[in-house]
T-cell receptor, first 114, second 111 residues
Framework: NAGVTQTPKFQVLKTGQSMTLQCAQD?????MSWYRQDPGMGLRLIHY???????DQGEVPNGYNVSRSTTEDFPLRLLSAAPSQTSVYFC?????????????FGEGSRLTVL | GQQLNQSPQSMFIQEGEDVSMNCTSS?????WLWYKQDPGEGPVLLIA?????ELTSNGRLTAQFGITRKDSFLNISASIPSDVGIYFC???????????FGKGITLSVRP
């Protein structure tokens, strides 16, 4: 059972480039979300989804786009990368709405924007 | 918005010692959770608490949901080197609210 799989694990971008971080889960979870982790800032919610076709903004959504066309996949798109988006990104999923907190996290994608 | 306060940012203990961490908020939470993040990995749920006053154990870990619903505590007994990592508290105010994370405490264990 793979759980939550994120790709790529490492990525370097130049300012202005776009890219997509992929997230897939095989646990049939309805809730999926993206967090970013920065030193001293903890985990901050970017976007989340409570089911296919439904997405909503989190705490720090600017500069990011998401879609949820299937239950399994929840890609995160950076439209025009900026150095401030250098971070470690985590995808997480949950059985229910996700608000009970029992999130399953992927291993993370480390992004550097030059 | 709601904030969860964890301090200090880092803790250093000797192998075999017990350590306590707390998480406080000015808001009332209905759910408290504790996660651990190993270096280079994603966070993993350690303990979930759903009722004020609840005390739950997971091996050498014990966590409590504060009576005021504004705080939670995590205790690790007889620490070992693999306890090294970042410990996050997280809370939710209800079924339709987002999960809020604290900034985490980095624990180091000296052999």
């Amino acid at each position: 059972n793979a759980g939550v799989t994120q790709t790529p694990k490492f990525q370097v971008l130049k300012t202005g480039q776009s890219m997509t971080l992929q997230c897939a889960q095989d646990m049939n979870h309805e809730y999926m979300s993206w967090y970013r982790q920065d030193p001293g800032m903890g985990l901050r919610l970017i976007h989340y989804s409570v089911g296919a076709g439904i997405t909503d903004q989190g705490e720090v959504p600017n500069g990011y786009n998401v879609s949820r066309s299937t239950t399994e996949d929840f890609p995160l798109r950076l439209l025009s990368a900026a150095p401030s988006q250098t971070s470690v990104y985590f995808c997480a999923s949950s059985y229910g709405t996700g608000f009970t907190g029992e999130l399953f996290f992927g291993e993370g994608s480390r992004l550097t924007v030059l | 918005g709601q904030q969860l306060n964890q301090s200090p940012q880092s803790m250093f203990i000797q192998e075999g010692e017990d350590v306590s961490m707390n998480c406080t908020s000015s808001s009332i939470f209905n759910t408290w959770l504790w996660y651990k993040q190993d270096p280079g990995e994603g966070p993993v749920l350690l303990i979930a608490l759903y009722k004020a006053g609840e005390l739950t154990s997971n091996g050498r870990l014990t966590a409590q949901f504060g009576i005021t619903r504004k705080d939670s505590f995590l205790n690790i007994s007889a620490s070992i080197p693999s306890d090294v990592g970042i410990y996050f508290c997280a809370g939710s105010t209800g079924a339709n609210s987002k999960l809020t994370f604290g900034k985490g405490i980095t624990l180091s264990v000296r052999p």
